[in-house]
C-alpha cells in the first residue's frame, strides 16, 4: 500500500478552512486556538520535512497568529461597543436639548397676569406711622 502524503497548498487549505469554521464568536476562544495550533504545526511539520522541530515552530506561529486575530475581533468589537456608546449619549443629549427647547416655548406662551397698581393709604400701627404707598396686585387675565 502507497502512504498519502500532502504536500504543497493542501495543508495550508485545510488549516484556514478549520481556523475560519473554528472562528472566534462560533466556539470559543479555546477552539481557534486549538485549530490554529494545530493548523500551524501541520503545516511547519510538512514544510521542514517532517521534522518535529518545523512541528514546534509551526505550532507556535500557528497559535501566535491565533492570539492576533483575537486580538483583532476584540479591538473591534470593543469599537463598536464605543460607537455605539457615543451615539446613545448624542441622542440623549439631542432629546435633552429638544426637551429644553420645548419648555422655552411653553414659558413664552404662558399668559402672565396683569398687575394693577392699589394705593395702601396712611395708617398708624403700634405707634408707627407708615404713609401712603403703592402696592401691585396681580389680576388674572
Known amino acids: 500500500m502507497k502512504k498519502l502524503r500532502c504536500r504543497g497548498v493542501a495543508p495550508i487549505l485545510v488549516g484556514l478552512s478549520v481556523l475560519f469554521c473554528a472562528g472566534c464568536a462560533g466556539m470559543g476562544r479555546g477552539m481557534s486556538e486549538i485549530a ?7 503545516v511547519g511539520y510538512e514544510v521542514s520535512d517532517h521534522k518535529i522541530g518545523g512541528a514546534a515552530a509551526g505550532a507556535a506561529v500557528g497559535f501566535l497568529a491565533t492570539k492576533v486575530a483575537e486580538r483583532g475581533v476584540q479591538h473591534a468589537e470593543n469599537d463598536a461597543e464605543k ?10 443629549v439631542k432629546q435633552q436639548y429638544w426637551i429644553i427647547q420645548e419648555q422655552q416655548r411653553a414659558a413664552k406662551t404662558e399668559t402672565r397676569p396683569t398687575m394693577m397698581p392699589v394705593v395702601v393709604p396712611e395708617s ?7 404713609k401712603e404707598s403703592i402696592a401691585f396686585v396681580p389680576v388674572a387675565p
Open 83 to 92: 460607537r455605539g456608546y457615543d451615539r446613545a449619549m448624542n441622542q440623549a
Open 36 to 42: 490554529g495550533t494545530g493548523t500551524g504545526g501541520a
Open 124 to 130: 398708624t400701627q403700634d405707634g408707627v406711622i407708615r
